[in-house]
């Protein structure tokens, strides 16, 4: 919980000695609780005046990470229970699990897939996180092999898995270069797995069953020294999930309940069938509050869907994701090739622009500033109206660049052509397709217009 | 370390409303389906209680489809051409309701008549058992005239008339309330637009637990998270007592993810995309559940394989 300025201040030398640069103790509190200053501007604050101030200014959900040569993912310090009230800051790791009891050609092979996939969206290239790499072996060797073969096609990083802290020390031995998630302390082996992520500087996944069990154990590890912390409430199906995982996060935020305030890990595909039925789990646990999920499958068409829900449900709901409003040159138009506008809301752009850029036909696409909303909404709310799209086309200079006046509005807005025509005198308006994926056929079909 | 449970008691509660009558009731159903009547956020039993789960409604069309997926159209296979045929099957493939879309024309382009939005009402009621909605082709006057038509039709059976919006409500509130049928009542994205239309309705003396409301929505990738965020807000403003919004909601992923390129075809999209079959039910399946999480009390869908997946998340949801 956040302490007032006040608070701070009792806890401060209250000496006013102006080293920290602000000219008394109170006013220095109260840059403190505003988080506009940092508390080891202090010189003379008392260790346990810091534990305290430490303590407090924790984040509810402990923010860890877990780094890789070439990616880092850091998941918790989230601050609400739905997007709407804020919005959520740490989308959850996506990692692809392995067994070290398969072949190593199949273990190389299946991370490698995972790990080379990307996928453009809206702009984003888009990829999962890392390697899950499980010892079913129970073999030291090998499962130091199979870390080996995975991190020969990847630099991502890791989630190891291992109940026998002497295999899982083996696996790090073989993950040069990488700070890794360890899983798992459990209540039979805590000491011993917090010693090796003691010595790993690594964060530890705990696991019990209970959130009794759960709370008791994180306070073991944490007083064995372990600051990073990852829960695992042990709950598979989607609706003691998806439960659990609510009352997790409310603990954290509502209670300020410090035991089980770290990031979650799941496992989607210990409770499912097949591709899909593990999407729809996934898909619930990016919704419903886990920092890393593990899969158990791969397909493309199931990352594409997974990565492009987790970008959706991270977007900051205060700020649409736009694109700058102006005219955008697709296949190198000239002075007769059609003219389209849209809004800059930049789903509803990159539709429009990736379906006219794949017809192979050069165009002039007008984005015009509906404040990041799509077409049909913007319209809805007054932020593109025939007056918008007049003030777009004039006052991006388009009529200078071609040799025709033909704008095509989208089919949504259809009703607005009439209108149109009044604002700009001299040009005609076409009516164009109500969605961007039947833009192709229309602009074939455009001369004839 | 013994840790409290933090539930969520909620003072309000989603209305529950009952769509389709049978004989006894005055109406052919050979079955009644109950939407709502929840108390808490979805499947949070810990919380409070959730009477119905969410139903999953299929969506046919009066004639066959002109510019849906080829995948729609091998999976549906003839009876496309006959809504009739197209009821029975939708209720085959495990629908709790079938929603009737009626379009703007009928083969030939001529305009649908109200003779002949009664005549396929009719058909289907009498191929199917199962409790109906019927949606007009979303043009003001054309949905007045089928629309009224219809609730005629259909008197005492106690469908849902759509798509009621605050340009045309009052038309179709009233055939509503004299042929004692539901409406749904659709707005744009957006918590006070929906909240003022349910109040328009329930002014002209449309009793709550015969309205749903459709606040809209978008497919996965393109802008659901405004609907599921808008649909969270209406959930929650409803369990803390805003009777206004205590209504059932009713959304259509169908219609929304098979206009996306993603689910509608298979040339000409990017490899990383995968497998069309395989993509298109889960851009369908995903937009479903993840709407079904934010609150939606009834689904429209299109694909049968969907309807499958959709409802075997319920019940696993739903088991306790």
């Known amino acids: 919980m956040a302490l007032t300025g006040l608070q701070i201040y009792k ?10 640069g602000f000219p008394t103790c109170l006013a220095f509190a109260m840059k403190l609780a505003a988080k506009q200053a940092e508390l080891s501007a202090c010189p003379y604050v008392s260790e346990e005046a810091k534990a305290q101030l430490d303590a407090a200014s924790a984040p509810p959900i402990r923010l860890v990470s877990v780094q890789g040569p070439g990616h880092k993912v850091e998941v918790g310090n989230e601050t609400v229970i739905f997007r709407h009230e804020k919005t959520f800051y740490h989308p959850p790791g996506l990692f692809l699990r392995v067994k070290d009891s398969w072949p190593l050609e199949q273990v190389r092979g299946a991370a490698k897939e995972a790990m080379d996939y990307a996928v453009t969206y809206v702009g984003m290239n888009l990829h999962l996180d890392g390697v899950a790499v499980e010892a079913d072996s129970g073999s030291p060797e090998t499962f130091a092999a199979a870390v080996r073969a995975v991190r020969e096609v990847t630099d991502r990083p890791l989630i190891l898995m291992a109940s026998d802290p002497a295999v899982l020390k083996a696996g790090l031995s ?3 270069g990488v700070r890794p998630l360890l899983y798992a302390a459990t209540a039979e082996n805590w000491q011993a797995m917090a010693e090796v992520a003691k010595a790993a500087n690594a964060p530890l996944v705990v696991r019990a069953d209970s959130l009794d069990a759960l709370a008791d154990l994180t306070e073991k590890v944490k007083g064995a020294g372990i600051q990073d912390i990852v829960l695992d409430p042990g709950v598979r199906d989607p609706a003691g999930t998806l439960t659990t995982l609510t009352h997790l996060r409310r603990l954290a935020l509502k209670k300020n309940f410090r035991p089980l305030g770290y990031p979650i890990i799941t496992f989607p595909g210990e ?14 646990h990016i919704a419903k509050y886990a920092g ?8 493309p068409e199931m990352a594409y869907a997974l990565l492009a829900w987790r970008v959706n449900i991270y977007t900051n709901p205060q700020e649409p994701i736009k694109v700058q409003p102006g005219i955008y040159e697709i296949n190198n138009p000239g002075p007769d090739s059609p003219v389209m506008i849209t809004t800059n809301f930049s789903i509803t752009y990159f539709s429009v622009a990736n379906e006219v850029d794949g017809s192979g036909m ?16 913007a319209w809805a709310a007054g932020k593109f109206d025939a007056e918008k799209i007049a003030k777009t086309v004039k006052s991006t200079g388009i009529e200078e660049k071609i040799n025709h006046r033909k704008l095509i509005i989208p089919g949504a807005v259809a009703v607005l052509m009439g209108e149109v025509e009044e604002e700009l005198p001299g040009w005609q308006i076409l009516v164009g397709p109500r969605e961007a994926v039947d833009l192709p056929g229309y602009l074939k079909l455009w001369k004839s217009f | 370390m013994p840790v409290e449970i933090p539930v969520e008691k909620w003072p309000g509660r989603v209305v529950e409303e009952t769509i389709g009558a049978t004989a006894a009731e005055g109406g052919t159903r050979s079955r009644v389906v109950k939407v709502g009547g929840e108390n808490t956020l979805p499947f949070m039993f810990t919380d409070g209680e959730m009477p ?11 004639r066959r489809p002109k510019d849906w997926s080829p995948l729609l159209l091998e999976a549906w296979g003839d009876v496309v051409d006959d809504p009739a045929k197209w009821a029975k099957a939708a209720e085959e493939a495990g629908a709790d309701l079938v929603l009737l879309q009626l379009s703007l024309t009928r083969d030939g382009d001529k305009p649908t008549t109200a003779a002949d939005a009664r005549a396929i009402t009719r058909a289907v009621l009498q191929a199917t058992g199962l409790p109906i909605l019927v949606f007009g082709p979303g043009q003001v006057d054309a949905d007045n005239e089928l629309l009224v038509a219809v609730a005629e039709e259909a008197a005492g059976e106690r469908i849902v008339l759509g798509i009621c919006e605050e340009k045309n409500y009052r038309t179709i509130v009233a055939a509503a309330l004299a042929n004692g049928h539901l409406v749904n009542g659709r707005t744009a994205m957006d918590v006070n637009l929906a909240k003022q239309l349910n109040i328009l309705i329930a002014d002209m003396g449309l009793p709550l637990d015969r309205i749903i409301m459709d606040p809209t929505t978008a497919s996965l990738g393109y802008g659901i998270e405004y609907g599921y965020s808008v649909m969270e807000r209406l959930r929650l403003a409803a369990l803390q007592g805003d009777r206004m919004t205590q209504l059932p909601m009713l959304v259509t992923p169908g219609f929304e993810a098979w206009r996306q390129k993603e689910a509608k075809v298979g040339e000409g999209v990017p490899a990383s995309w995968g497998d069309w079959r395989q993509r298109a039910v889960l851009w369908e399946t995903l937009t479903a559940t993840n709407l079904i999480l934010a609150g939606a009390d009834i689904v429209v869908l299109r694909h049968p394989e969907t309807v499958k997946r959709v409802k075997a998340y319920i019940d696993r949801m739903m088991a306790k």
């Open chain 1, 292 to 299: 890393f999920i593990v899969l158990d499958r791969f397909a």
């Open chain 1, 11 to 20: 806890l401060l030398p209250q000496t006013n000695c102006k080293e920290c």
């Open chain 1, 362 to 377: 050069p165009g002039w696409l007008l984005v015009a500033d509906a404040e990041g909303m799509s077409v049909l909404t």
């Open chain 2, 52 to 62: 119905n789960p969410p139903r999953v409604a299929i969506e046919i069309l009066d």
């Open chain 1, 271 to 284: 409770g499912a069938s097949d591709t899909i039925e593990e999407a729809q789990l996934a898909a619930e």
């Open chain 1, 174 to 176: 073989a993950a040069d």
